[in-house]
């Protein structure tokens, strides 16, 4: 269906998507829980890391979700780990909505990313994502505080996790402050791989 909210990460075992501070990105607990999508061909061609790589069930999903993304919702610490890491040629290829207290200019990449930052909330920056994407949908991309929000607004359709087999013991939880007496939860997927489990969601409100 156009104009899903969506949001779709990788998660340990036990429940983070980072380890808490940003130099520790790209550390060993990072590489072992993105090693899945490190692999894969989609993700190595557009993130400009190389040739090559596999194209299985992983890589159907990875490329599936990025071809239904109209346009993207993001957190501030998640731009500004982006921002140090990924090539001149962003690899989003649409609008992304900045949502911060930060003051800032859109700025525009080469290959059609175009970051905007937004200075009143994530259901503005939503507003203004679902409009840019047209008849496709809106990826909320993360990280956690961002996709909280957004959950406990009632604001996001269904979601997909990549569960990798990594304990981290800290950092950045997922669903860290959701409002778990309001959200209900449907599972509509589930798909192990050699490397991961997706396990896929609808989100629906008590
Ligand atoms: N495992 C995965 O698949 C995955 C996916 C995505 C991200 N991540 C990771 O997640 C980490 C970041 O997550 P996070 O939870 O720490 O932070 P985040 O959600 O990326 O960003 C939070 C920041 O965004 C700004 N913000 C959020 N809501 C706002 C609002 N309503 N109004 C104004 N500003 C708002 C604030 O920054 P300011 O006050 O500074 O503006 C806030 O501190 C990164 O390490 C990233 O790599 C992992």
């Known amino acids: 269906m156009a104009g899903t909210v969506f949001f779709s990460v990788s998660m340990s075992l036990d429940g983070f998507i980072a380890p808490q501070s940003s130099e520790e990105l790209m550390g060993r607990q990072w590489m072992e829980l993105q090693r899945w999508v490190f692999a894969q061909r989609f993700f190595r061609e557009n993130l400009k890391l190389g040739t090559g790589g596999e194209e299985g069930p992983d890589n159907d999903i990875v490329r599936e979700t990025f071809e239904r993304t109209g346009a993207s919702v993001m957190g501030k610490r998640m731009f500004d780990a982006g921002e140090q890491m990924w090539p001149e040629d962003a690899p989003f290829h649409t609008p992304v909505f900045v949502v911060t207290h930060e003051r800032r200019d859109s700025w525009d990449r080469p290959g059609g990313t175009t970051f905007h930052f937004v200075n009143d909330g994530i259901e503005a920056a939503l507003d203004r994502a679902r409009e840019a994407a047209g008849d496709r949908d809106v990826r909320i991309a993360g990280g ?33 402050g959701v409002d778990a007496a309001r959200v209900a939860l449907e599972p509509v997927r589930a798909e192990p791989t050699q490397r991961v489990t997706h396990l896929g969601y609808a989100v629906r409100l008590r």
């Open 144 to 176: 956690a505080e961002t996709i909280v929000q957004c959950v406990n607004a009632g604001l996001v359709d269904e979601f997909t996790i990549s569960l990798s087999p990594v304990l981290f013991g800290s950092g950045i939880r997922l669903f860290e």
